[in-house]
């Protein structure tokens, strides 16, 4: 069975710094790339960001890029999503999600994370 | 990276048709052939019901069915059932490797 665990979720103030952590399960996690999606809260869906399946290439929403950084360790089967400079329009459940190839859709999702930016 | 545009919200009785349009540009819709689609129910994750504009994942009833011109794909809902009421999604690969999502439409079961 396919899993996907987000964990890292939480409260911060504008400007602090959150990882996320995704250990994935039960599928050949170095065959697939990994995205993050995040949901604000009433709102639709947004991609935030992707890593290919080796972890040599990445890619940002312009919304958080030079601010946000994925990477992965295929030894550990885990994805990360390191967040820097936090606004409060961040907020949001975080998914990880994956898929087989950079440009294919997400067969895979986790049960997404919260993360709440707030003064 | 703007949203595709979608209506908010759609209708119908049981057993009826509904279809939900998805709007881009030529930077996306248009310009690829990988569009899907996602329901959610809320507080749960989505699940993929549609890829690459028509094809459809092992498990989803044939109920379900994706189409695309130009800037414009839709998802059409045929025989509409109870536990079809969800949040839909659209989403396309705009290019660099990027994907942008839909505004999201509310199916609501008459």
């Known amino acids: 069975e396919v899993q996907l665990l987000e964990s890292g979720g939480g409260l911060v103030q504008p400007g602090e710094s959150l990882r996320l952590s995704c250990a994935a399960s039960g599928f050949t996690f170095d ?3 990994m995205s993050w999606v995040r949901q604000a809260p009433g709102k639709g869906l947004e991609w935030v960001a992707n890593v290919g399946d080796s972890g040599a290439t ?3 929403a312009d919304s958080v890029k030079g601010r946000f950084t994925i990477s992965r360790d295929n030894s550990k089967n885990m994805v990360f999503l390191q967040m820097n400079s936090l606004r409060v329009e961040d907020t949001a459940v975080y998914y990880c999600a994956g898929g087989q190839w950079l440009v294919s859709p997400f ?4 049960q997404g994370t919260l993360v709440a930016v707030s003064s | 990276q703007s949203a595709l ?10 057993g009826q048709s509904v279809t939900i349009s998805c709007t881009g540009t ?4 248009a310009n690829y052939n990988f569009v899907s689609w ?3 129910y809320p507080g749960k994750a989505p699940k993929l019901m549609i890829y690459d504009v028509t094809k459809r994942p092992s498990g989803v009833p044939d109920r379900f069915s994706g189409s695309k011109s130009d800037k414009t794909a839709s998802l059409t809902i045929s025989g509409l059932q109870a536990e079809d009421e969800a949040d839909y999604y659209c989403c396309s690969y705009a290019g660099s490797y990027t994907q942008v999502f839909g505004t999201g439409t509310k199916v ?3």
């Open chain 2, 5 to 14: 545009t979608q209506p908010r919200s759609v209708s119908g009785s049981p």
């Open chain 1, 107 to 110: 067969d895979y999702w986790g």
């Open chain 2, 108 to 110: 609501t079961v008459l």
């Open chain 1, 58 to 60: 990445t890619y940002y």
């Open chain 2, 38 to 40: 996602y329901q959610q």
């Open chain 2, 26 to 29: 030529s930077s996306d819709v």
């Open chain 1, 31 to 33: 065959n697939y790339a």
